[in-house]
């Protein structure tokens, strides 16, 4: 019994957070001009950070274009976009997005293999503070007859 307590404890110690990692290496990514202080920071506010994009059989994929606007006072670089799940790829503006203009994230995501309500996140690590921005969609996929 002894020795399945230590095997995880070693499991738990080994294990990392990959988000904190992302956001890690992205901020420090950031070229100088475009790290954002107290007085001068990027905002990325979305039109609708949470979407319900209906009901799809398995197997089909869908898409949605998020649309964002730099509320801020100095240019928006977004550095990284990651998905909570692999049947999710997301797309996302590459250019500066500048004060008072609009970016996008477009996410495709693939239902093979999944069914019932399914709610999917996707985060996009930006110049803002914080660093990271959730976008979130959910789907109702009913079983392939």
């Not at 420090?28 to 990027?42: A, G, I, N, Q, T």
């Not at 550095?79 to 503006?93: I, Q, R």
């Amino acid at each position: 019994m002894k020795y399945v307590i230590a095997l995880c404890f070693l499991c738990l110690l080994s294990c990392t957070n990959k988000q904190k990692e992302a956001r890690n290496s992205t901020e420090e990514s950031v070229p100088m001009e475009l790290r954002p202080s107290v007085e001068k920071h990027p905002v990325m506010k979305f039109d609708q950070p949470v979407v319900y994009l209906g009901k799809i059989t398995e197997g089909d994929s869908i898409s949605y274009t998020f649309h964002f606007k730099n509320e801020g006072n100095m240019p928006l670089k977004i550095l990284t976009v990651n998905a909570s799940c692999g049947c999710t790829t997301p797309k996302w503006s590459k250019e500066l997005v500048q004060p008072g203009k609009k970016g996008f994230i477009k996410v495709s995501f693939d239902s093979k293999g999944k069914e019932g309500k399914v709610q999917k996140t996707v985060t996009a690590y930006a110049n803002t503070m914080p660093s990271d921005n959730m976008v979130a969609f959910k789907v109702e996929i009913q079983r392939k007859k």
